[in-house]
């Protein structure tokens, strides 16, 4: 620990680095579908790392976190449908939802506890799925495309490919040092506490459930900005966005990239979108290879990633 | 000395079983109250009653001159009533001393601080720290618990629970499982602990017992058969045909 550059210390700011100057290389190669998939995965990372917080650090095996995605996604593309393109509203709307869905679903899954709890959630992110797909409105199963990205003030144009990276792994960068702060607060010595030995923390006088609620909000909340950055990225929001199987992905980054690691689940979604990208244009059954990898990650390296570079894991 | 704990008329049964049988205790402030039965008489019941894991079906439990009978855990433990447990109920994960510091900001107010390093925070680290210096931990602060040998889990628990500032402690059989060393340590930190604190020691070690406690209480089938001054425990017929007689068979 005391090696401040160790290996891990390197990988992560060579990470770090790589991401910023990510742009430089595209502009010098010309490879603009790089920028797309980059921007897609820095979007999709900070989902895992707002769900990191509350399954690494908290113990909540949320399975349906993906709804905070589509909730945010449609804040925007409901509002942008409606003719209100400001960004200045439908941002803190999509912010605003997703507290008070986390809110509602925090309040009533957080009273149950492990398989009740895992199926809690993804019934509640289920429930969204239906009703979304039910608005006939807003395109029902088919979506909803947007036709005029979130607007702010000049000189900012999320429509400008780079521009809209930049502003992505920024608000990337600033999650990880929120969730970093957060989780080595007092409030995240409660909430790991609570994960290791909820019993005892209760015994020992915390009241464990409002600070897992606040918890769960929080990464409720930075879950729809994600969500509010993917709409405007795929300029179009559809049921699928939360899907079930979308809150597994998020599973499986945290995971590959290292449970309770700040920075791991990007490493996580890193790792598996550049293999869902290379490995299905080898094989339409590119899971076949995704699976083994996740197995052996799970059984012989239960740091992700993160772990792998040599985390000490003092948390 | 005012009495601390008043437990009156208390009842808890678990379908047929009477666990605790209309069972009544007193403990003055500053005195050692040593309860004693054989297995199954209902000891850890009462601890967990008392800590207000379970509710009791009847009966008064006060603790400083508070009705506790019907507030949960996390009440108790602020009025100053404090639980180890038989079984090591540790953070197993997070180091020796955030265990203990955890403990410490369990009393520090509430804990809706989300942005200072709470590993850096002197007011929660200090405290822990000399906790741990108390019951002979200070050299493996920086270990996760998971490290410690068993009697070192004793010792760490009984740092938690000092760090809470406890007026009284609950022990339930801190020496269960430890070797005869680690068990004269144990009885040596506990006679410095009785200097200032209330304990309710619930143990089968008799050797412990009889050397540490102001006031014995038997208990066999949750009901009290007797409670006195040690000496009087001792020669007691009734405990002795239920209880020590037997035990003692054992330990010769």
Redesign the interface.
């Known amino acids: 620990m005391s090696d401040w550059l160790s290996a891990r210390t390197l990988a992560v700011i060579v990470l770090l680095a790589a991401l910023v100057l990510l742009p430089v290389y595209v502009e010098f190669t010309g490879n603009r579908f790089l920028l797309t998939l980059f921007t897609r995965i820095i979007i999709l990372a900070l989902a895992a790392v707002s769900l990191n917080l509350i399954l690494g650090f908290g113990g909540m095996m949320s399975f349906g976190h993906a709804v905070y995605l589509g909730i945010g996604g449609y804040s925007v593309g409901m509002l942008a449908h409606e003719g209100i393109y400001s960004g200045f509203v439908q941002w803190p709307v999509a912010l605003a939802m997703s507290a008070l869905f986390a809110l509602v679903i925090g309040a009533l899954s957080l009273r149950t506890r492990g398989v009740y709890f895992i199926m809690i959630t993804l019934a509640f992110a289920q429930m969204a799925y239906y009703v979304v797909a039910g608005l006939a409105r807003y395109g029902g199963d088919d979506g909803l495309t947007i036709y005029k990205r979130s607007q702010f003030f000049e000189p900012i144009n999320l429509s400008n490919k780079t521009q809209f990276y930049y502003i992505c792994l920024a608000l990337l960068y600033a999650s990880i040092y929120l969730v970093w702060?957060?989780v080595?607060?007092?409030?995240?010595?409660?909430i790991?506490?609570s994960r290791?030995?909820e019993?005892?923390?209760?015994?020992?006088?915390?009241?464990t459930f409002r600070?897992k609620l606040?918890c769960f909000v929080i990464a409720g909340i930075l879950c729809g900005l994600s969500g509010a950055l993917l709409a405007n990225h795929t300029d179009f929001v559809s049921p699928a966005m939360m899907y079930w199987t979308r809150s597994g992905d998020l599973i499986i980054m945290v995971v590959l990239g290292g449970m309770g690691s700040v920075i791991g689940p990007v490493f996580g979604a890193i790792m598996l979108l550049v293999l869902e990208e290379t490995l299905s244009g080898i094989t339409e059954y590119w899971q076949i290879i995704l699976g083994p990898l996740l197995l052996l990650v799970v059984l012989f390296a239960r740091g992700g990633i993160d772990g792998l570079l040599g985390k000490v894991?003092?948390? | 000395m005012p009495d601390l704990l008043q437990v009156e008329n208390l009842a808890k049964r678990f379908g047929g079983i009477v666990a605790t049988d209309d069972l009544s205790i007193v403990i003055p402030e500053g005195q050692l109250h040593a309860v004693i039965g054989p297995n199954g008489a209902g000891k850890t019941t009462l601890i967990a009653q008392l800590s207000g894991q379970l509710t009791p079906d009847s009966g008064r439990i006060q603790f400083a001159g508070t009705d506790i009978t019907a507030l949960p855990m996390p009440a108790r433990s602020a009025l100053g009533l404090a639980r180890s447990f038989q079984i090591t109920s540790l953070f197993l994960d997070l180091s020796v001393l955030d265990n203990v510091a955890l403990a410490v900001q369990a009393h520090a107010g509430h804990s809706f601080h989300f942005w200072r390093d709470a590993r850096r925070e002197a007011e929660l680290r200090d405290p822990a720290r000399s906790a741990l210096e108390r019951v002979g931990l200070k050299l493996r602060e920086n270990l996760p618990a998971s490290a410690l040998s068993h009697g070192e889990h004793r010792q760490l628990e009984l740092a938690m629970a000092l760090a809470s500032k406890p007026r009284m402690l609950l022990l339930d059989e801190p020496m269960a499982g430890l070797g005869p060393e680690e068990s004269a340590r144990m009885v040596a930190m506990l006679r410095e602990l009785k200097k200032e604190l209330t304990i309710l020691l619930v143990e089968h070690d008799m050797e412990a017992v009889f050397a540490l406690a102001d006031r014995i209480t038997v208990l066999v089938y949750g009901r009290v058969i007797a409670s006195g001054k040690p000496e009087e425990i001792r020669s007691n017929a009734q405990v002795r045909d239920a209880y020590l007689g037997e035990q003692e068979a054992v330990h010769a």
Not at chain 1, 184 to 190: D, E, T
């Open positions: 702060r957060i080595n607060s007092r409030f995240g010595m409660v790991q506490g290791s030995n019993t005892r923390m209760r015994a020992i006088g915390f009241p600070y606040t894991r003092h948390a």
